[in-house]
């Protein structure tokens, strides 16, 4: 397995090489920064010095082998904006994101598995319709509306939690479910498709025929072998969730790693936006990794090649 995780990892370095060179350059497309950090008025000479400053004076390919050379070492430079380095900023935004990914991820599997096997075991009835209309709801509605919904029912009508900031588990629960409505109904909606397929198999059918009760055929047997593809989902989704947040995390004014992104990128804080994305996309390879891997431990059928 070791061979394994080895290989997989150098073949992520190209991407994760790509990455690198899109969010170098996709940053320096938004503008100048001195527009920005700098008065209107500010003379040629005070521009200069901030660009030799935040080595924005040099070519661009200097710059790109400079940057890369500096992430190499963990180094995004120093953000623009708070004249902090990069990567403090996003360590000490990151507990709050790994919060509210946690909380949804615990949400979206507490009341999605149950979900599914409940819509699965009683196929076609009321329960079943109404679970699959809800899941289907949940994943057309965009997050940011879902956010925008909630707010105004339960902060602005109803007045029971709060639509703002950290702290308190009140805090937490608009932004968790807000973020766990596209998860959630996709664990479901997976849950009982996968437990569906595995009622008709031969084992529990076997299982059936030796006389063990429904519930012990379903939840020793049937269940156990239908979580396999709903673990792995779920190992994906959460560097789909870490990219998520940013949409929550902004109508929520969450304190993380999202609305971080947002504000770097409205002052076009280039080392923020760099090291934000680059976190991203190797939280996103990482999650496929351990999917990968949970799979292989989970079903003795697939072998690590």
């Not at 100048?32 to 500010?42: E, K, Y």
């Not at 040099?58 to 995004?76: A, H, L």
């Not at 709903?230 to 993380?256: C, S």
């Amino acid at each position: 397995m070791l061979g394994y995780v080895i290989r997989r990892i150098l073949y992520t370095l190209p991407s994760l090489f790509c990455i690198l060179v899109a969010c170098f350059l996709l940053t320096r497309l938004s503008g100048d920064p001195v527009d920005l950090f700098l008065p209107i008025d500010a003379s040629e000479e005070a521009r200069q010095a901030f660009r030799e400053q935040n080595g924005l004076d040099r070519p661009v390919v200097e710059q790109f082998f400079v940057f890369t050379e500096r992430v190499m070492r963990g180094d995004f430079g120093n953000s623009l904006r708070f004249q902090e380095p990069a990567v403090d900023l996003l360590v000490e935004r990151l507990p709050a994101t790994l919060e509210l990914a946690l909380a949804t991820l615990a949400l979206s599997v507490i009341i999605g598995i149950p979900a599914g096997i409940a819509s699965a075991y009683f196929r076609n009835s009321p329960l079943d319709f109404t679970v699959r209309g809800v899941t289907a709801f949940g994943q057309a509605v965009p997050t940011f509306y879902w956010g925008i919904l909630s707010i105004i029912i339960f902060s602005v009508w109803l007045r029971w939690l709060p639509s703002t900031g950290s702290g308190t588990i009140w805090h937490l629960i608009l932004p968790a479910t807000t973020l766990a409505s596209t998860m959630l109904a996709l664990v479901t909606r997976v849950m009982r498709s996968t437990l569906l397929e595995t009622i008709r198999q031969d084992y529990v059918r076997t299982a059936r025929a030796k006389g063990l009760g429904e519930m012990a055929v379903l939840l020793h047997h049937a269940v156990r072998n239908a979580l396999i593809p709903v673990v792995t989902i779920v190992a994906l989704q959460f560097g789909v969730l870490m990219g998520g947040v940013i949409v929550t995390e902004t109508v929520f004014a969450w304190p993380g790693v999202g609305r971080l992104a947002i504000q770097a990128i409205y002052a076009r804080d280039y080392p923020v936006v760099q090291a934000v994305v680059f976190f991203f996309a190797v939280i996103f390879v990482l999650s496929n990794l351990a999917a990968d891997l949970i799979h292989a431990v989970l079903d003795p059928r697939v072998r690590l090649r």
